[in-house]
C-alpha cells in the first residue's frame, strides 16, 4: 500500500521558517516527480513546488518563490519543504503529492497528481 506521510507543520509567528517532511513507502519514488500544494479554508487546492526525480529541476508558485526550497532524499524516500519568511497568507494545509510515471514532470494541476498524503497544518500568526 502507498503512503506518502507529511510531518512537520505547526503553528509559527510571521517571519519564522518550518521544514515539512514527506516520507513515501509501498514503493519506490526514486524515479518519480514529487511536490506540495496547499489549500487555504475556503479555496482551492493550489500547486506549491515540485522536483524532479533526480531533483536537477525545481519549480515554485510565483507566491513561494525565493522563501520555500523543495529537496529530496531518494535513499530516504523523502522529500522535503524549507519554507522561510512564513506570512498568514501561507496557512493551509499542506499535502505531499506523487507522480505515478517514471521521469515525467509534475504539472502545477492537482488532477494529474497520483498519489496524495493526508495532509499537515501550518499556521502562521501575524
Known amino acids: 500500500q502507498v503512503q506518502l506521510v507529511e510531518s512537520g507543520g505547526g503553528l509559527v509567528q510571521a517571519g519564522d521558517s518550518l521544514r515539512l517532511s514527506c516520507a513515501a513507502s509501498?514503493?519506490?519514488?526514486?524515479?518519480?516527480?514529487m511536490g506540495w500544494f496547499r489549500q487555504a479554508p475556503g479555496k482551492e487546492r493550489e500547486f506549491v513546488a515540485s522536483?524532479?526525480?533526480?531533483?536537477?529541476?525545481?519549480d515554485y508558485a510565483d507566491s513561494v518563490k525565493g522563501r520555500f526550497t523543495i529537496s529530496r532524499d531518494n535513499a530516504k524516500s523523502t522529500i522535503y519543504l524549507q519554507m522561510s519568511s512564513l506570512k498568514p497568507e501561507d496557512t493551509a494545509v499542506y499535502y505531499c503529492?506523487?507522480?505515478?510515471?517514471?521521469?515525467?514532470?509534475?504539472?502545477?494541476?492537482?488532477?494529474?497528481?497520483?498519489?496524495w498524503g493526508k495532509g499537515t497544518l501550518v499556521t502562521v500568526s501575524s
Open positions: 509501498g514503493r519506490t519514488f526514486s524515479s518519480n516527480a
Open positions: 522536483i524532479s526525480w533526480s531533483g536537477g529541476r525545481t
Open positions: 503529492a506523487a507522480s505515478g510515471r517514471a521521469f515525467a514532470i509534475m504539472a502545477r494541476d492537482q488532477f494529474a497528481v497520483d498519489y
